[in-house]
């Protein structure tokens, strides 16, 4: 019930390439919906979030695509650049766990320039 | 001006010691949180405080033992270190009635 599952465990695309990450939960008290970026040797850093009122967000370069009745989300990255090579975690929250984070397993994103 | 600072940022130690992780955030946030992130990198929360008040205890040994000793302060203790708590810690605050978190960057515990 806890869990987040996300896919691909690693990515490899060419720059300007769109790479697409998925995630799957299963608790539906989860209301907030999250992505991390995490560079080597550093904390993950917020990317982008979606609540699941709305079916996609959108900042800057970076999507989230919502899709309730699936209980799915991903992120779209599009024109992807070599800066963005990093590990992307999704995760979902809850008002009733005090919004503690539950991670998916990360994705390893290599943009080849 | 670092908002989650945690220190040390690497501490090798022999099996058996004590040790401690300290975590301070200077964003004003009243809940704070440890994660722990294995060596496949998977990211699992083990406590949070809220206004120095244990909220979260997931199923973490008793040999850890967090301490708030004021809502920017959230320091973990581990005792009789073991092989298995290699990993890097993580400290992260949130304000409650918002959901970002913010990450500090991380402790590299190596256990020898």
């Known amino acids: 019930q806890q869990q987040v599952k996300q896919s691909p465990q690693s990515l490899i695309v060419q720059k300007g390439g769109i790479p697409i990450i998925n995630c799957a939960y299963e608790n539906t008290a989860f209301d907030y919906f999250p992505w991390y970026q995490q560079f080597p040797g550093k904390g993950p850093a917020l990317l982008i979030a979606?609540?699941?009122?709305?079916s996609e967000k959108k900042e800057g370069r970076f999507t989230i695509s919502f899709n309730k009745s699936a209980k799915q989300f991903s992120l779209h990255i599009m024109d992807s650049q070599p800066g963005d090579s990093a590990t992307y975690f999704c995760a979902a929250a809850g008002m009733d766990s005090s919004y503690k984070l539950i991670f998916g397993s990360g994705t390893r994103l290599l943009v080849r320039p | 001006d670092t908002a989650v600072s945690q220190t040390p940022k690497y501490l090798v130690t022999q099996m058996g010691n004590d040790k401690s992780i300290k975590c301070e955030q200077n964003l004003g946030h009243d809940t704070m949180y440890w994660y722990k992130q294995d060596s496949k990198k998977f990211l699992k929360i083990m406590f949070s405080y809220n206004n120095k008040e244990l909220i979260i205890n997931e199923t973490v040994p008793n040999r850890f033992s967090p301490k708030s000793p004021d809502k920017a302060h959230l320091n973990l203790h581990i005792n009789s270190l073991e092989l298995g708590d290699s990993a890097v810690y993580f400290c992260a605050s949130r304000q409650q009635g918002n959901t970002e978190a913010f990450f500090g960057q991380g402790t590299r515990l190596t256990v020898v």
């Open positions: 979606i609540r699941p009122d709305v």
